[in-house]
């Protein structure tokens, strides 16, 4: 059993960047979405940077925006294709959070990916850093055809930060006595980073920042690291 289970938000925490904007971008210069909609999308995404609409509003318009009626095999193929050469690409990662997902690979600890980016966008990237566990958003689509083809109707589950700290509750149950480390930078991430021992805030806000340190103020064996 792992003496340590370290959980890591993805967009802006292990990678620099919004893993979704990132292939949406490659989405739209293929042609697979339009100009109109993937303005929307942007406009969504800079309204839920302001706080004007919350994590699952963003998920549930930019979802109908995007992917709604997409074959959903076909974006797992673009996906994979993206992401096997960016990967490897420079700038990337988030180079101090990926060393110490290493440096926690190397002493053997329980490593995972919780994010609001569908699972399609987040598989490959996990399957790269042969993370132990995913948590992500999922959808539902039709039936099968007679093609094996299978296309998008609507959200399954988003992933917002309380399903995130019900995922971790869950995790820890089945590790117990490991010790949590928990990896974010938003105060989205802030509900399943309220249950670590080891707290790392990446780039954190102001309000982010000041929402740890309060709470270790009432928690002893709580620790914050801002990287």
Not at 11 to 26: V, Y
Not at 80 to 86: F, G
Not at 88 to 108: F, I, Y
Request: charged residues 25%.
């Amino acid at each position: 059993m792992p003496e340590i289970i370290a959980v890591f938000d993805l967009d802006r925490t292990l990678l620099k960047e919004n893993s979704t904007q990132l292939f949406g971008a490659h989405f739209f210069k293929k042609g697979s979405v339009g100009l109109i909609d993937y303005l929307v999308a942007y406009l969504l995404y800079c309204c839920y940077l302001l706080r004007a609409i919350s994590l699952k509003t963003l998920i549930e318009k930019a979802t109908n925006r995007f992917f709604k009626g997409k074959n959903l095999d076909e974006l797992k193929a673009l996906s994979n294709e993206y992401w096997a050469s960016k990967c490897t690409a420079e700038g990337l990662w988030n180079p101090t959070v990926l060393w110490h997902w290493k440096d926690l690979s190397q002493r053997s600890a329980c490593l995972g990916i919780m994010t609001s980016a569908p699972s399609f966008i987040v598989d490959p990237i996990a399957r790269h850093l042969k993370a132990d566990f995913v948590l992500s958003t999922q959808f539902k689509t039709t039936p099968q055809n007679a093609d094996d083809l299978r296309h998008i109707l609507a959200l399954e589950a988003a992933v917002t930060g309380e399903s995130k700290k019900a995922y971790l509750e869950k995790v820890k149950k089945k590790y117990h006595g490991a010790q949590i480390f928990g990896f974010g930078d938003s105060l989205d991430d802030w509900p399943f980073l309220s249950i670590c021992q080891k707290i790392f805030l990446v780039k954190p806000s102001r309000s982010l920042l000041q929402r740890a340190r309060k709470h270790i103020n009432s928690h002893d064996q709580v620790s914050v690291h801002v990287l």
